[in-house]
């Protein structure tokens, strides 16, 4: 069988094979070189065939599915089959966890239904089942969720428990009506989160020794920025693991809460409650805390509160959606901060991505094409890429790591954001894209992970 990695990096998916020939469904017509390396790696003639895009992802997907490139798991796979709707629920779960999957995703199709997760934050296809399995499964789902089985025409809500591994799992269903039928997102949480170190994140010494200075401080406003699944969460958290000495007031205001903290003090904000960050906070200030986390600045009110109980004698962390430390400062501008505001309280920006590991055992030396060493300035030696095996399922990587940028705001920075004159080139950082140009160089990841960042 044609790899996972290189299939994907090449957009080709075999068809079919007879007399000494193999098909290859290609989304693009391919190189001459991909059919000669193509010939080499099957020993079979190669023909090819090229499809419309969509007709390709269905059929890409289905082919490399996890159940139909792993053995083990497809026999597994055909043993549930027969049995019971519940116990393929279960099997589901419990493979959603093995996987260490964020989400599970069930998409209904015409005669079909694929179910997919999210793994290291890349969504893979793990099986194909038939509609009626499929129906049943969105049914049990629902009940578990207390969700009324007959509503199918609007977007639905809700949480059930799972037990697995005697670990208690949470998970949040989102159930969306398409043309398809419906389809349903569950996000995988945990009762209780890991308890991770500093050092246990990805930071290296000098970081974890910036982070506890500024974060044993009394006072003083902490930023983490970064997209939606970049790891902000697990390092807030585990700052507030490191404060949690039980002679701390620490409240945390979250939307939503999503893990439970012994000794931190949670709140949920709700809109239709007209529980919002920036009301809660005020009430919050009567509560005696001595640090507060507040889940995202996502308005005005919310950011001058922030500062102003930072600026009055408190430790406060939040979240911005940005993608580095300066357009941080950039978007509280935008939110109707002055620079002297800012300034007035801000300590620590801490900018971050998550990015892929290379599967050690099927990373593959190779040489990179001098166009893309002359872009990203890279030194002129060789680097590392995807394969696929086994062990990593064909994807290439077998983990995820966090990247950080740390910008202390010192007399310097605070100079010249009141000057409206901060940018990238004024400030003595290693920014996020030398970090991620410093883990393809170093072996952990691809070129092709971290273009996708820089």
Request: hydrophobic share 35%.
């Amino acid at each position: 069988m044609i790899d996972y990695s290189y299939a994907f990096s090449n957009k080709i998916v075999p068809l079919h094979q007879e007399n000494g020939s193999i098909t290859i469904l290609s989304k693009y017509e391919p190189s001459d070189k991909i059919k000669n390396e193509l010939q080499k790696l099957t020993d079979k003639n190669i023909n090819v065939m090229q499809s419309p895009v969509y007709n390709f992802d269905k059929y890409f997907e289905e082919y490399y599915s996890i159940v139909e490139t792993n053995l083990d798991i497809k026999r597994e796979f055909e043993d549930i089959l027969k049995s019971d709707i519940d116990t393929l629920f279960t099997y589901i779960l419990k493979k959603a966890q093995d996987f260490l999957s964020s989400d599970i995703h069930i998409i209904g199709e015409e005669k079909s239904f694929i179910i997919k997760f999210r793994i290291n934050s890349i969504l893979r296809s793990f099986v194909k089942i038939d509609i009626n399995r499929g129906e049943s499964l969105i049914r049990i789902i629902k009940l578990k969720s207390n969700i009324d089985i007959s509503r199918t025409l609007t977007p639905l809500e809700g949480r059930f428990d799972f037990v697995i591994n005697s670990q208690s799992i949470d998970y949040r269903v989102s159930i969306m009506p398409t043309i398809s039928g419906e389809k349903i997102s569950i996000r995988i949480l945990g009762n209780t989160r890991k308890i991770y170190t500093l050092r246990d994140i990805g930071l290296n010494c000098e970081e974890e020794k910036i982070i506890k200075e500024k974060i044993n401080k009394n006072a003083g406003f902490i930023l983490i920025t970064g997209a939606t699944g970049s790891g902000k969460s697990t390092t807030l958290f585990t700052m507030m693991h490191y404060l949690n000495d039980g002679t701390k007031n620490i409240i945390s205001i979250e939307d939503p809460v999503e893990y439970k903290i012994d000794g931190v003090t949670q709140i949920a904000v709700s809109k239709e409650k007209n529980i919002e960050f920036h009301n809660v906070l005020r009430f919050v200030l009567r509560q005696d805390p001595q640090i507060i986390n507040i889940g995202e600045i996502r308005d005005e009110e919310t950011a001058k509160l922030a500062i102003s109980s930072a600026n009055t004698g408190h430790l406060v962390f939040s979240t911005m959606h940005t993608n580095s430390s300066v357009s941080s400062i950039q978007r509280l501008h935008d939110l109707g901060l002055e620079g002297f505001e800012v300034v007035s309280a801000l300590s620590l920006i801490i900018s971050q991505r998550l990015i892929r590991v290379l599967c050690p055992r099927c990373k593959q030396e190779y040489e990179v094409k001098k166009e893309i060493l002359n872009y990203y300035g890279l030194e002129d030696k060789r680097y590392f890429k995807a394969v696929g095996c086994n062990e990593c399922y064909g994807s290439g990587y077998i983990t995820q790591k966090a990247v950080f940028e740390i910008l202390v705001v010192d007399d310097n920075v605070r100079k010249l954001i009141k000057n409206g004159e901060i940018n990238e080139d004024n400030i003595n950082i290693r920014t996020l894209k030398q970090k991620l140009l410093d883990e393809f160089a170093k072996g952990e990841t691809s070129i092709e992970e971290i273009s996708k960042y820089i």
